[in-house]
């Protein structure tokens, strides 16, 4: 036995869908062997960090003192209130409940805390913790509490719960991240799996999933901020008044966040806005640098914690248009110690940073058991960083302070200061009366010199001092919507919004900010009329559309008009009411998207009024919304030459057909004239009224459909797209040409698309042809397609399996074919063995004895190779990067790996490579669904909305399904595969691991800061292309014409593409051909830019078709929009690999994302 196993462990295999379960299938035991614990002295923690030139770290507080900090606050009197759990995650079976409150003060200022208070205890999992009103909120579990000390021994001798309902679901991600707003709301968040119901005096406030909550305690009101995001745990307010959010669990880096906005995994967001940093690596806290303590060039900045690669991080915010970019920095603190886990970050009263440590080798919630001992529960750290040879910050002495020194307060430049001072402001406004602040406040406002530069942010800080009092100004609020700086119009403006229920004219107010000249202050007059319920307000925000807009604009637009539909579209309905012209009206229209909306969408297309421009959205909004007569109409424009609706016919055509399929629906009137289509000279005409007709069930041209699939002269995408429709047709007769078209004689990519169109009819008969298909290796393809169609039918794998008795098939179908069974998450056993037995394939996953297991560990570390392992995930026949993204770049079927070794020990990557099913990350769990045309899907739920459940299935697709065609749902196991091995060896597999364990950590695998291109796509040398190309290459590539193959290719970790990677094309004689590649950038702001190479060496470049003259440094001056970058590569004389990095050239405006994903 133990030879066998053995010699099954030298080969080891792995296929891509093995990655999957890195990020999406988690055994219990990950982290059973760790044995990397590291001493836990915080000197010695302290020595491992590596520190942002020019700071010095200290340790401010640690165990005993306090114990697994989870949020901390500073209060006006300088002390830090932190709550603490040594119960998380699960309290045990009669433990007592004694979680803490804490309070630590540094007494003599030296820079470290010398007392502590346990303020409160006996709490259950306290994730909360902001001082205020003569006590502080905690978030405790399903309750928002506030403790007082009502007799000055330090110490909470009262408790309210001030609001009930929240959500309990999971421990960590119930309501956290407490936090004091500018206006004197708390805010606080929640995340993905909790569902809170919580009742309040305005009614029941419901949030299901994750969100940010807005709350006036005095009033008892509570509001929805913001929906989405994973796991926000970070969240706060810049100078100016704009919000920023951070996702313990998402991967798009700093997020802006606009009022009443969706974001990432909200439950039915038809739209959501997506973050700043795509393929960032998950955050937690948030905090926005400030004061004279710190260097200049930091100000402004923002930190974060990636608590999972032991870091604290720094972004660089600037403007983008009505929104922000955000570009990483060198880190102010790294290090390789693993028990380093940062998760709060603040500034402090003395302007220092504070950062609270975690402090634990083990980081997983519930992928490690609750009851591993090996969890730490009592260590924790407060750490403290400063800046050499720059003065601290005197510590202001608020409390208690005169009314005149408080005002004084919010001049200064720490945004500590001046949120405590409005924080006590308001507070004295709630003991002795509103008046008792807003009469001093009034004269102190007039005082000001507007000969400061600070002036309007003086005047900003009072406003909000009125709005956190309540306290209406609207003389104060007119004169800084006409601020000359726009930050603090777009403030005002969000203001207006606030009070518009007790302004006079708030219309009026909001009528001018929704035609300013920057677009924030457009996007704040937007968001403000969606809090005016009336249709004038309406019509004013669409305004906005006769300037430039960007995502973020659209956006609040959108979400604008669908809040406030209720109040325009029964008078648009009833021609009562002008939106301002047909751009506005389709754009309304559009954002409703619901059967409401045809007849004035109807009534504007028979008047001829909605620009030509606007037509194809027009077109698309009827397909997807119209009925009988309605579609007629726009068939009517397919079927006529010059359609007016400016859209290509054929994608009219696939438009229409696509949009009415799930509704089951069809144009009115004759459709047999969907016949002089398949004859039209456009072949792209012809293939989209080919799928039409089975769409619409025209059963009189099946004749022409099976005259099209067997012209042998018909192309072979016109083939396809004919027995597409043939299958939709479905019947006897369809099953018949179908069954034809199987022939051996006949082309193999005919008779790949005959089998999977049978396997729609009838799965049987599918089966028996698939297993000829599949056994033939005269022209070998990807056979995923024929599995899938057999796994999605009812009865399809049972056929496969009995057809595939005494068959045999090339390993590497049979191994495919193993990858759909499994990942199908229906315990397809018979198929499984079939498979096997036909590929003659090893069965089962490998199994380690702890001494294996301990022994491969020893050495992955002692003789792994993270470079060799590399080239081992990046080899096309493991496709590794089909299921995963390194830093945005990769598929989405499983979480990104950047920081995957950061993370997880190395144990854990080898146990989860051999099984993935021991348990399964949240939100990588599959569902199985079953429909009522006996189809069988699986995949993980992505969304519920617009009538879909729409999921995304192991091939990284997604799927959409009606849900009025649901027979059927129950949980399917994970989407990787199990029992997967292939030809890897016992080194190859060291190597792989030692890679992996390495993604992340500080050294030459942690993704670094440069905007790097990572996601190529490779231009393939075809027999199809061969003639396009038989030109220039690069220039039919660069100008994109039509019949190229492209497939993607990705960057290694360092940013650098292999040229061994990169495709030859245009073969001859004496030429060994020339690699072309592209990439993609999207500008949201456009100026200059500074494209930088590793090496221009026999490299040509185009822009969007354009020759442009290439040096290792370019400018490129880009509009708005998305661009594609050609470059093709002389293989013969380039000796480097292709690095391509985007940098802002100084003195520009110009913003841009390099495009990520598959």
Same mark, same amino acid.
């Not at 059973?32 to 010095?56: H, Y």
């Not at 920023?244 to 009022?259: H, K, L, Q, R, S």
């Not at 579609?631 to 016919?649: C, I, N, Y």
């Not at 990169?1062 to 830019?1089: E, L, M, Y």
């Given at each position: 036995?133990?030879?066998?196993?053995?010699?099954?462990?030298?080969?080891?295999?792995?296929?891509?869908?093995?990655?999957?379960?890195?990020?999406?299938?988690?055994?219990?035991?990950?982290?059973?062997?760790?044995?990397?614990?590291?001493?836990?002295?915080?000197?010695?923690?302290?020595?491992?960090?590596?520190?942002?030139?020019?700071?010095?770290?200290?340790?401010?507080?640690?165990?005993?003192?306090?114990?697994?900090?989870?949020?901390?606050? +500073?209060?006006?009197?300088?002390?830090?209130?932190?709550?603490?759990?040594?119960?998380?995650?699960?309290?045990?079976?009669?433990?007592?409940?004694?979680?803490?409150?804490?309070?630590?003060?540094?007494?003599?200022?030296?820079?470290?805390?010398?007392?502590?208070?346990?303020?409160?205890?006996?709490?259950?999992?306290?994730?909360?913790?902001?001082?205020?009103?003569?006590?502080?909120?905690?978030?405790?579990?399903?309750?928002?509490?506030?403790?007082?000390?009502?007799?000055?021994?330090?110490?909470?001798?009262?408790?309210?719960?001030?609001?009930?309902?929240?959500?309990?679901?999971?421990?960590?991600?119930?309501?956290?991240?407490?936090?004091?707003?500018?206006?004197?709301?708390?805010?606080?968040?929640?995340?993905?799996?909790?569902?809170?119901?919580?009742?309040?005096?305005?009614?029941?406030?419901?949030?299901?999933?994750?969100?940010?909550?807005?709350?006036?305690?005095?009033?008892?009101?509570?509001?929805?901020?913001?929906?989405?995001?994973?796991?926000?745990?970070?969240?706060?307010?810049?100078?100016?008044?704009?919000? +920023?959010?951070?996702?313990?669990?998402?991967?798009?880096?700093?997020?802006?966040?606009?009022?009443?906005?969706?974001?990432?995994?909200?439950?039915?967001?038809?739209?959501?806005?997506?973050?700043?940093?795509?393929?960032?690596?998950?955050?937690?806290?948030?905090?926005?640098?400030?004061?004279?303590?710190?260097?200049?060039?930091?100000?402004?900045?923002?930190?974060?914690?990636?608590?999972?690669?032991?870091?604290?991080?720094? +972004?660089?915010?600037?403007?983008?248009?009505?929104?922000?970019?955000?570009?990483?920095?060198?880190?102010?603190?790294?290090?390789?110690?693993?028990?380093?886990?940062?998760?709060?970050?603040?500034?402090?009263?003395?302007?220092?940073?504070?950062?609270?440590?975690?402090?634990?080798?083990?980081?997983?919630?519930?992928?490690?058991?609750?009851?591993?001992?090996?969890?730490?529960?009592?260590?924790?750290?407060?750490?403290?960083?400063?800046?050499?040879?720059?003065?601290?910050?005197?510590?202001?002495?608020?409390?208690?302070?005169?009314?005149?020194?408080?005002?004084?307060?919010?001049?200064?430049?720490?945004?500590?200061?001046?949120?405590?001072?409005?924080?006590?402001?308001?507070?004295?406004?709630?003991?002795?009366?509103?008046?008792?602040?807003?009469?001093?406040?009034?004269?102190?406002?007039?005082?000001?010199?507007?000969?400061?530069?600070?002036?309007?942010?003086?005047?900003?800080?009072?406003?909000?001092?009125?709005?956190?009092?309540?306290?209406?100004?609207?003389?104060?609020?007119?004169?800084?919507?006409?601020?000359?700086?726009?930050?603090?119009?777009?403030?005002?403006?969000?203001?207006?919004?606030?009070?518009?229920?007790?302004?006079?004219?708030?219309?009026?107010?909001?009528?001018?900010?929704?035609?300013?000249?920057?677009?924030?202050?457009?996007?704040?007059?937007?968001?403000?009329?969606?809090?005016?319920?009336?249709?004038?307000?309406?019509?004013?925000?669409?305004?906005?559309?006769?300037?430039?807009?960007? *995502?973020?604009?659209?956006?609040?637009?959108?979400?604008?008009?669908?809040?406030?539909?209720?109040?325009?579209?029964?008078?648009?309905?009833?021609?009562?009411?002008?939106?301002?012209?047909?751009?506005?009206?389709?754009?309304?229209?559009?954002?409703?998207?619901?059967?409401?909306?045809?007849?004035?969408?109807?009534?504007?297309?028979?008047?001829?009024?909605?620009?030509?421009?606007?037509?194809?959205?027009?077109?698309?909004?009827?397909?997807?919304?119209?009925?009988?007569?309605?579609?007629?109409?726009?068939?009517?424009?397919?079927?006529?030459?010059?359609?007016?609706?400016?859209?290509?016919?054929?994608?009219?055509?696939?438009?229409?057909?696509?949009?009415?399929?799930?509704?089951?629906?069809?144009?009115?009137?004759?459709?047999?004239?969907?016949?002089?289509?398949?004859?039209?000279?456009?072949?792209?005409?012809?293939?989209?009224?080919?799928?039409?007709?089975?769409?619409?069930?025209?059963?009189?041209?099946?004749?022409?459909?099976?005259?099209?699939?067997?012209?042998?002269?018909?192309?072979?995408?016109?083939?396809?797209?004919?027995?597409?429709?043939?299958?939709?047709?479905?019947?006897?007769?369809?099953?018949?040409?179908?069954?034809?078209?199987?022939?051996?004689?006949?082309?193999?990519?005919? *008779?790949?698309?005959?089998?999977?169109?049978?396997?729609?009819?009838?799965?049987?008969?599918?089966?028996?042809?698939?297993?000829?298909?599949?056994?033939?290796?005269?022209?070998?393809?990807?056979?995923?397609?024929?599995?899938?169609?057999?796994?999605?039918?009812?009865?399809?794998?049972?056929?496969?399996?009995?057809?595939?008795?005494?068959?045999?098939?090339?390993?590497?179908?049979?191994?495919?074919?193993?990858?759909?069974?499994?990942?199908?998450?229906?315990?397809?056993?018979?198929?499984?063995?079939?498979?096997?037995?036909?590929?003659?394939?090893?069965?089962?996953?490998?199994?380690?004895?702890?001494?294996?297991?301990?022994?491969?560990?020893?050495?992955?570390?002692?003789?792994?190779?993270?470079?060799?392992?590399?080239?081992?995930?990046?080899?096309?026949?493991?496709?590794?990067?089909?299921?995963?993204?390194?830093?945005?770049?990769?598929?989405?079927?499983?979480?990104?790996?950047?920081?995957?070794?950061?993370?997880?020990?190395?144990?854990?990557?080898?146990?989860?490579?051999?099984?993935?099913?021991?348990?399964?990350?949240?939100?990588?769990?599959?569902?199985?669904?079953?429909?009522?045309?006996?189809?069988?899907?699986?995949?993980?739920?992505?969304?519920?909305?617009?009538?879909?459940?729409?999921?995304?299935?192991?091939?990284?697709?997604?799927?959409?399904?009606?849900?009025?065609?649901?027979?059927?749902?129950?949980?399917?196991?994970?989407?990787?595969?199990?029992?997967?091995?292939?030809?890897?060896?016992?080194?190859?597999?060291?190597?792989?691991?030692?890679?992996?364990?390495?993604?992340?950590?500080?050294?030459?695998?942690?993704?670094?800061?440069?905007?790097?291109?990572?996601?190529?796509?490779?231009?393939?040398?075809?027999?199809?292309?061969?003639?396009?190309?038989?030109?220039?290459?690069?220039?039919?590539?660069?100008?994109?014409?039509?019949?190229?193959?492209?497939?993607?290719?990705?960057?290694?970790?360092?940013?650098?593409?292999?040229?061994?990677?990169?495709?030859?094309?245009?073969?001859?004689?004496?030429?060994?051909?020339?690699?072309?590649?592209?990439?993609?950038?999207?500008?949201?702001?456009?100026?200059?830019?500074?494209?930088?190479?590793?090496?221009?060496?026999?490299?040509?470049?185009?822009?969007?078709?354009?020759?442009?003259?290439?040096?290792?440094?370019?400018?490129?001056?880009?509009?708005?929009?998305?661009?594609?970058?050609?470059?093709?590569?002389?293989?013969?004389?380039?000796?480097?690999?292709?690095?391509?990095?985007?940098?802002?050239?100084?003195?520009?405006?110009?913003?841009?994302?390099?495009?990520?994903?598959?």
């Amino acid at each position: 036995m133990r030879s066998e196993r053995a010699s099954r462990l030298l080969h080891l295999g792995l296929l891509a869908a093995v990655l999957v379960l890195l990020g999406s299938a988690t055994p219990l035991y990950a982290q059973r062997d760790l044995k990397d614990i590291p001493d836990s002295d915080p000197e010695i923690e302290r020595q491992s960090f590596l520190v942002a030139d020019g700071f010095t770290v200290n340790l401010f507080a640690a165990d005993p003192l306090l114990a697994k900090p989870i949020q901390m606050n +500073f209060d006006p009197d300088g002390r830090l209130w932190v709550v603490s759990s040594e119960v998380y995650p699960q309290i045990l079976p009669g433990q007592v409940a004694n979680d803490k409150v804490l309070i630590l003060e540094d007494q003599d200022g030296d820079g470290r805390s010398d007392k502590t208070t346990v303020f409160a205890d006996g709490l259950l999992i306290p994730t909360g913790i902001e001082p205020g009103d003569g006590g502080a909120y905690v978030g405790n579990s399903t309750e928002l509490l506030h403790l007082k000390d009502t007799d000055g021994d330090g110490k909470a001798d009262t408790r309210r719960v001030l609001l009930s309902g929240f959500g309990t679901e999971d421990t960590h991600h119930i309501i956290h991240t407490l936090r004091w707003g500018y206006d004197g709301n708390l805010y606080f968040n929640q995340s993905t799996y909790i569902h809170s119901h919580v009742e309040t005096p305005w009614g029941v406030r419901r949030l299901g999933g994750g969100g940010i909550w807005q709350f006036r305690p005095e009033a008892v009101r509570l509001e929805v901020f913001t929906r989405g995001l994973i796991n926000p745990w970070g969240h706060h307010f810049d100078r100016w008044g704009q919000s +920023f959010a951070t996702d313990g669990a998402g991967n798009e880096g700093i997020n802006y966040m606009v009022p009443g906005a969706s974001y990432a995994w909200t439950p039915g967001a038809p739209r959501i806005l997506t973050g700043l940093n795509p393929g960032s690596p998950k955050y937690c806290g948030l905090e926005v640098l400030s004061g004279r303590h710190l260097p200049e060039d930091w100000r402004g900045d923002l930190l974060t914690n990636d608590f999972r690669a032991n870091r604290v991080c720094r +972004f660089q915010i600037s403007e983008d248009g009505s929104g922000f970019a955000a570009r990483e920095r060198p880190e102010l603190i790294k290090t390789r110690h693993v028990a380093f886990r940062p998760i709060d970050v603040k500034m402090g009263p003395d302007g220092a940073i504070y950062i609270a440590d975690w402090y634990n080798p083990i980081i997983q919630h519930g992928e490690v058991d609750f009851r591993d001992p090996r969890r730490d529960h009592t260590r924790g750290r407060i750490w403290r960083v400063t800046a050499q040879g720059r003065p601290l910050v005197a510590r202001p002495k608020l409390r208690g302070a005169p009314m005149e020194q408080l005002l004084d307060a919010l001049k200064t430049p720490e945004d500590w200061t001046r949120q405590m001072a409005r924080r006590l402001l308001k507070e004295h406004a709630l003991r002795q009366g509103r008046a008792s602040v807003a009469r001093p406040l009034a004269a102190w406002v007039q005082h000001l010199d507007p000969k400061d530069p600070e002036y309007d942010h003086h005047r900003l800080e009072t406003l909000w001092v009125h709005q956190a009092i309540a306290v209406v100004e609207p003389k104060l609020l007119t004169a800084l919507l006409t601020s000359g700086d726009p930050r603090i119009r777009a403030a005002a403006t969000r203001v207006v919004g606030a009070w518009s229920a007790r302004l006079d004219d708030p219309l009026a107010l909001l009528a001018e900010r929704v035609r300013d000249d920057h677009p924030r202050v457009r996007l704040e007059a937007v968001r403000a009329l969606a809090q005016i319920a009336r249709p004038e307000a309406a019509v004013l925000a669409l305004q906005a559309l006769d300037q430039p807009t960007d *995502r973020f604009l659209d956006y609040a637009l959108w979400l604008t008009a669908r809040e406030l539909a209720p109040t325009w579209l029964p008078r648009v309905q009833a021609g009562t009411l002008d939106l301002g012209g047909a751009k506005h009206l389709l754009f309304a229209l559009e954002a409703v998207g619901t059967r409401e909306i045809l007849k004035p969408l109807m009534d504007a297309l028979r008047a001829g009024t909605i620009p030509a421009d606007r037509l194809p959205t027009a077109a698309r909004l009827v397909a997807a919304t119209g009925g009988p007569e309605e579609l007629a109409q726009v068939l009517e424009w397919t079927l006529a030459e010059g359609s007016p609706s400016r859209l290509p016919r054929a994608d009219l055509l696939d438009a229409l057909a696509q949009a009415t399929a799930p509704r089951k629906v069809r144009p009115a009137g004759d459709l047999t004239r969907l016949g002089r289509l398949l004859a039209a000279g456009d072949e792209a005409l012809r293939a989209a009224s080919a799928r039409a007709i089975g769409v619409w069930g025209v059963t009189a041209l099946r004749p022409r459909l099976a005259e099209v699939a067997r012209d042998p002269k018909s192309s072979e995408p016109l083939r396809r797209a004919a027995i597409e429709g043939l299958a939709s047709l479905g019947g006897e007769a369809s099953r018949h040409v179908l069954d034809d078209l199987c022939r051996s004689d006949l082309p193999m990519a005919t *008779r790949r698309a005959a089998v999977v169109a049978l396997a729609e009819i009838d799965p049987q008969a599918a089966a028996e042809r698939a297993v000829a298909v599949l056994a033939d290796d005269r022209e070998p393809a990807d056979p995923t397609e024929i599995f899938a169609s057999l796994m999605r039918r009812k009865g399809g794998p049972e056929a496969l399996a009995k057809a595939l008795e005494g068959q045999t098939l090339p390993a590497d179908v049979a191994k495919i074919g193993l990858r759909a069974a499994r990942s199908a998450g229906r315990g397809e056993g018979s198929l499984i063995n079939a498979l096997q037995r036909a590929g003659r394939l090893a069965s089962g996953p490998v199994t380690l004895s702890p001494g294996e297991l301990e022994k491969l560990v020893e050495d992955v570390k002692r003789l792994g190779d993270p470079a060799r392992g590399e080239a081992i995930f990046r080899r096309a026949d493991l496709n590794c990067l089909k299921c995963h993204a390194i830093a945005g770049a990769g598929g989405q079927v499983g979480p990104g790996l950047e920081s995957i070794g950061a993370s997880a020990p190395i144990d854990y990557l080898i146990t989860s490579l051999l099984d993935p099913n021991k348990a399964i990350k949240e939100g990588y769990h599959s569902l199985v669904v079953a429909t009522d045309d006996g189809r069988v899907l699986s995949g993980i739920k992505l969304r519920e909305a617009d009538g879909q459940l729409v999921l995304r299935d192991a091939e990284d697709q997604e799927i959409r399904i009606p849900l009025s065609s649901i027979e059927a749902q129950k949980p399917g196991g994970s989407l990787m595969p199990s029992g997967l091995t292939d030809s890897l060896t016992r080194a190859e597999l060291i190597d792989l691991v030692r890679f992996l364990s390495e993604l992340g950590k500080v050294g030459p695998y942690a993704v670094g800061k440069a905007r790097v291109v990572r996601r190529w796509q490779a231009l393939e040398w075809t027999p199809e292309t061969r003639e396009l190309l038989r030109l220039d290459a690069a220039l039919a590539a660069a100008r994109d014409t039509p019949g190229l193959h492209w497939s993607p290719r990705y960057s290694r970790v360092s940013g650098d593409l292999p040229l061994a990677e990169i495709p030859r094309v245009g073969k001859t004689a004496v030429s060994h051909g020339q690699g072309i590649v592209r990439c993609q950038v999207d500008v949201t702001t456009s100026g200059r830019f500074r494209l930088v190479l590793n090496s221009a060496e026999a490299l040509r470049l185009w822009v969007d078709g354009t020759p442009v003259d290439l040096q290792e440094t370019t400018t490129l001056d880009l509009p708005t929009g998305l661009h594609t970058l050609t470059f093709a590569l002389d293989l013969d004389r380039r000796h480097a690999d292709l690095r391509c990095e985007l940098e802002e050239d100084p003195g520009s405006a110009g913003k841009a994302q390099i495009v990520g994903g598959k």
